[in-house]
């Protein structure tokens, strides 16, 4: 069977268990499917969040993504990828970013997972703005999502062994 990647940035919302079933649907050889899901939530540092507003660059940002579902597929034996990035004004409780990877077994699955969304998180062309009751502030990125993302450069991290 042949391998699936898909990537999509969207603003409506979508239907995270229906994507996963599509990149599994009459498939025998999947072992593990893992989802990771990012929704909004309702307040930072102890203060209340209206919304988020995510900004890209249409085109660049999906070429990027694609670039890094492309190194996923190169590192790890996995049998589809699909990441779901939503844009434009999200509240707390709904959905932002969906990626779900398909192996033979978990440890693939998991790793490419992780691996997607560090740099999603890290290195994506995103801009993200957050609205509160005193105003707007642009995100700045975290020194701790910077080194999480960094561990994936570090030698002898290709390939995550078979279970």
């Known amino acids: 069977m042949t391998t699936s990647s898909t990537v999509r940035l969207q603003r409506e919302p979508f239907d995270a268990a229906a994507e996963a079933a599509k990149l599994t649907r009459g498939r025998t050889d999947a072992g593990a499917v893992v989802t990771f899901i990012g929704i909004c939530r309702g307040s930072e ?4 969040i209206a919304a988020l507003t995510l900004e890209h660059y249409p085109g660049m940002a999906e070429a990027e993504i694609e670039r890094h579902v492309a190194e996923a597929l190169e590192r790890w034996p ?3 990828v699909t990441v779901i990035h939503r844009y434009g004004r999200i509240v707390p409780g709904e959905d932002i970013v969906m990626v779900v990877t398909v192996s033979s077994h978990r440890q693939a699955a998991f790793a490419a997972a992780e691996f997607l969304m ?3 998180k890290t290195r994506a062309p995103f801009w993200k703005q957050v609205e509160k009751a005193d105003g707007t502030t ?3 990125a975290k020194a701790a ?10 030698p002898g991290r ?4 078979a279970e």
């Open 145 to 154: 999502d910077d080194a999480a993302a960094e561990r994936w450069s570090a």
């Open 45 to 48: 540092a102890g203060q209340p």
């Open 138 to 140: 642009w995100v700045d």
């Open 118 to 120: 560090d740099y999603l």
């Open 158 to 161: 290709k390939h995550a062994a």
């Open 78 to 80: 996995l049998l589809g």
